[in-house]
């Protein structure tokens, strides 16, 4: 593993890299973490000034992995960039995927066969599921606790295993296509289900067992980090990071798409604003995709699981947009087409990014640990940051 | 009273520790729980779903015969550019008529990502993905491929 | 039944007959250090497996399990690679101190070696200061891992040695007043007598709770001492990568890494010493059938086993618990521990005078 540091330097010599150059004293510490860092999970580059273990300033760079996917998806057509989004949000690259989707359907004005739209509810929440119990186990080892880890990853395989069966693949699947999903249902996707279901509900007890009722743990998280509702709003945060400050964001609710209007399920709202009420809110948003996907798993309605679609899709000449709940917040499509078989423009709008925007504020007069313990509770995924 | 709820303080302190510990000790003892496959030793009782995308095939019956007619469908459904399909023109010795075939089915494994495009565009059903998933060779051009099997030919009545 | 101290006596006089005083003084000089290392390297193999072994199985897998019968070989082969592995300097460095700091640390390990009692009688130097020499001893350490982290000229390294420094300098404290607890019940820094006050209990059973407290405070003390999770500050992978061995490598890392696990060794010896009864075996008071069928246990197969148990122990918390950031770190020391354990010295002494303990 590369360690990348900064060679301790005079504090008017700064150079660009170095955060910009606007230093204040002379003693302060400017350190790269990342963008090989053991807790950026992947290659997320901070640029962070230290007065002491105290931080006075934390500067994402990115670009490091920048594919430039809006503009690749300009020369795909409307069923291949689908694909491609799920490389952004690996995590919930269902999701993204049926954003996608959404949008197409929507220029085409194609009905999705009601049986379609609860597979494509049930792929999301086993999605929100895998990407949360990923980020319990990854948030254990920003920590210091490495158990949770594994324990995660236990759980997770049972998914994995399940969408391997149905899907053919176990993260980027490329399951939903325009109009419905790829394949119909294995037979053995409802027992898999319930068993995954029987088994989690044991063990999303030793979950809070090994974390949540800790009291380093509680110590590390609480009072870490405070997102104010209003500073949420203003960083443009969604998802479980502003629902742990008190904002109402859900898209499941406010906006709700496919058959999420029929189904019996809370909005997760925290009011803390610190680490462990973004925290506490994921591990609640776990239960509740359970019940959601309990409601669902004996009611798969009859009939197509794809309506019939054209084999070249030509989305009529306009703007189109959607969004979805993603596992960590609104991720919306935004397509213009000018009346050919690919979009003229595309622009995704990812959760992640606006996430990190806040996380200057958040770490700013905390130590070393609790930005890595923020970073751990933002849930950032690179790839969707950095696109 | 600031005294009580201190000593209950440091009691619900190491309680919340004990039960962590109490859980970690469970699987300390407990080996049945272990969930790891030691991977190669368990190749033979390994099972894949059979929708597994591990490569694309081309499916030759016993005959060493195809259902591929070179429509190019998959090629332009691929994203990446992975499928490049080489055609020529058979001639049928019984009416003398030219007809388009595939000459060679280029696969470049290197570049796929498994999104199962060309399997749905397909109209004859001639490719599907097989459960293989060892992929891994000492020289990249062993990753391009050519799908149709040597001397094979469409089968009769697919169009 | 030959014991380990008719064995050493038997070997002293044979040597003071065969070659007079000072050639036995030497001879047995260069036999104790020869012992000495390779007791550490054995004991560098069979504690990382060990930890390995109690992570897998934790965390639900089965760990290392290819190299030899079960996975045993599996640490000689990772010492095999870090001994033909390039030790780098990195450019900047400060090559004197950056090469020396591995060895002061493992240096200073093995001259904690030094007063423990193995068995009866089996002892390199029973010095009547004993244990104020371990914890004077013990807390040079810190000068290694400082010396690293400046020498690296890396930023996550200094962050790494200066939290060590903080951390190490406070907890020598509560360790030092509850090892004092020990010291005021026995009236003697010398370990063998420590251990022989043991002979009728442990001073675990026999101090009642101001001992037991002594005790838990000490075992917190010993694992922010030895820098092991949940106190990792000074290495906190997830924070500062590595902490202050991020710049070494080879067998210069390997003396750190062994170093920790000769470390944990030493202090758990030390705590098996003062409040389980060194190699004295378990007595119930009237018992004599019983105490009869545990004196035929060798006393050094008490020590290891009571070491074992407590590195056990410091093994479970690391695997269990999530890391403290620094300022509750010190916080847990200076305002709770510290504390505690001055209040509990003045329990302790106030119980030696009255004698109420057995």
Not at chain 1, 174 to 188: F, I, S
Request: hydrophobic letters at 45%.
């Amino acid at each position: 593993m590369y360690r990348q540091t900064e060679i301790l330097q005079d504090a008017t010599q700064v150079s660009p890299l170095n955060g910009g150059g606007d230093l204040e004293g002379a003693g302060d510490l400017i350190i790269n973490v990342g963008p090989q860092h053991p807790s950026t999970h992947g290659v997320l580059h901070l640029v962070i000034t230290l007065n002491g273990e105290t931080i006075k300033k934390v500067e994402p760079h990115l670009g490091y992995i920048h594919r430039s996917i809006e503009k690749m998806c300009e020369s795909l057509t409307f069923r291949q960039f689908i694909y491609v989004t799920s490389k952004m949000d690996y995590l919930s690259s269902h999701i993204n995927n049926h954003g996608c989707c959404l949008c197409v359907e929507k220029g085409l004005q194609i009905e999705v066969p009601e049986r379609a739209q609860v597979i494509r509810v049930l792929m999301d929440e086993l999605t929100r599921l895998a990407s949360h119990q990923l980020w319990w186990g990854a948030l254990g080892m920003d920590v210091g606790a490495l158990t949770p880890f594994f324990h995660a990853f236990r759980e997770r395989e049972l998914i994995n295993d399940i969408f391997e069966e149905t899907c053919g693949t176990r993260l980027t699947m490329n399951y939903m296509v325009p109009g419905g999903v790829m394949a119909d249902l294995h037979p053995n996707f409802q027992r898999r289900v319930h068993e995954f279901i029987k088994q989690f509900k044991l063990k999303i007890d030793e979950y809070d067992e090994l974390l949540t009722d800790n009291i380093i743990f509680k110590n590390r998280m609480q009072g870490v980090g405070v997102l104010s509702a209003a500073d949420a709003v203003s960083y443009g945060c969604t998802g479980p990071v502003a629902r742990g400050s008190n904002v109402v964001c859900d898209i499941r609710k406010l906006y709700p798409y496919e058959v999420y209007n029929k189904l019996q399920f809370d909005e997760v709202i925290e009011t803390g604003g610190d680490c462990y009420a973004r925290y506490m809110v994921r591990m609640k948003e776990m239960r509740q995709s359970l019940s959601i996907i309990e409601q669902l798993i004996d009611q798969v309605p009859e009939g197509e699981f794809q309506a019939k679609t054209k084999a070249v899709l030509k989305l009529p000449k306009g703007e189109y947009y959607s969004r979805v709940e993603t596992a960590r917040g609104e991720f919306g499509v935004y397509i213009v087409s000018e009346g050919g078989t690919t979009p003229y423009r595309i622009k995704f709008r990812s959760p992640g990014f606006s996430n990190l925007s806040a996380l200057d504020h958040m770490a700013r007069g905390g130590k070393i640990g609790d930005l890595i313990a923020i970073m751990g509770s933002l849930d950032l995924v690179i790839p969707d940051i950095d696109r | 009273m600031f005294l009580v709820n201190y000593i209950k303080e440091v009691f619900g302190a190491i309680k919340s520790l004990a039960t962590g510990m109490r859980r970690t000790g469970y699987y300390f003892t407990h080996h049945k729980e272990i969930i790891t496959q030691q991977y190669p030793d368990n190749r033979d009782t390994l099972q894949l779903p059979e929708r597994f995308r591990g490569e694309v095939v081309m499916i030759h019956d016993e005959n060493n015969e195809h259902a591929c007619t070179g429509c190019t469908a998959c090629e332009l459904a691929c994203p990446n550019a992975t499928i490049k399909i080489v055609t020529k023109f058979d001639v049928d010795e019984e009416t003398g008529k030219k007809k388009k075939a595939i000459d060679t089915f280029v696969y470049h494994l290197e570049l796929c990502t498994f999104c199962n495009l060309c399997i749905e565009a397909c109209p004859t059903g001639a490719i599907k993905m097989d459960q293989t998933f060892e992929h891994s060779v000492f020289d990249r051009s062993k990753l391009t491929k050519k799908l149709n099997h040597d001397g094979s030919k469409i089968r009769a009545g697919v169009e | 039944m030959p014991s380990l101290e008719n064995i050493t006596d038997d070997l002293d006089v044979w040597l003071y007959q065969q070659f007079g005083a000072t050639a036995t003084f030497l001879i047995e000089s260069v036999l104790i250090a020869l012992l000495a290392i390779g007791l550490f390297s054995i004991l560098g193999l069979v504690l990382i497996m060990m930890e390995r072994k109690v992570s897998a199985y934790m965390q639900v897998r089965l760990g290392p399990n290819r190299v030899g019968p079960k996975g045993m070989f599996q640490t000689v082969a990772d010492t095999l690679k870090l001994i033909v592995k390039e030790g780098m300097t990195p450019d900047g460095a400060d090559k004197f101190l950056f090469n020396l700091a591995p060895f002061i640390v493992m240096i200073i390990a093995m001259v904690i070696l030094a007063p423990l009692a193995f068995s009866k009688g089996f002892q390199i130097w029973d010095i009547n200061i004993g244990v104020l020499f371990i914890t004077a001893v013990s807390s040079v350490s810190v000068i290694g891992i400082l010396m690293a982290g400046w020498a690296s000229n890396n930023k996550y390294s200094l962050l790494g040695a200066m939290r060590s420094g903080a951390q190490i300098v406070s907890y020598e404290l509560s360790a030092g007043l509850s090892v004092i607890a020990i010291v005021v019940l026995t009236g003697s820094l010398r370990i063998s007598d420590i251990v022989a006050s043991q002979e009728n209990g442990w001073w675990l059973f026999k101090g009642h709770i101001p001992v037991l407290i002594a005790f838990v405070i000490f075992i917190i003390a010993i694992t922010a001492e030895t820098n092991r999770a949940p106190f990792d500050l000074a290495e906190a992978e997830s924070e500062l990568t590595a902490g202050f061995h991020t710049e070494y490598s080879g067998m210069k890392f390997a003396l750190f890494f062994l170093a920790e696990y000769v470390n944990i060794f030493i202090v758990c010896a030390v705590g098996a010493t003062l409040f389980l009864g060194g190699w004295m075996p378990l007595h119930f008071g009237s018992n004599t059938q019983f105490n009869h069928v545990m004196d035929y246990i060798p006393g050094i197969v008490w020590f290891m086993g009571k070491t074992f148990f407590l590195i056990f122990v410091i093994m479970w918390f690391r695997w269990t618990f999530p890391r403290l950031r620094i300022d509750q770190l010190l916080n847990l020391e200076w305002k709770y521990l510290l504390p505690i354990s001055l209040f509990n010295l003045l329990l302790v002494t106030l119980m030696a005078i009255m004698g109420w303990h057995f």
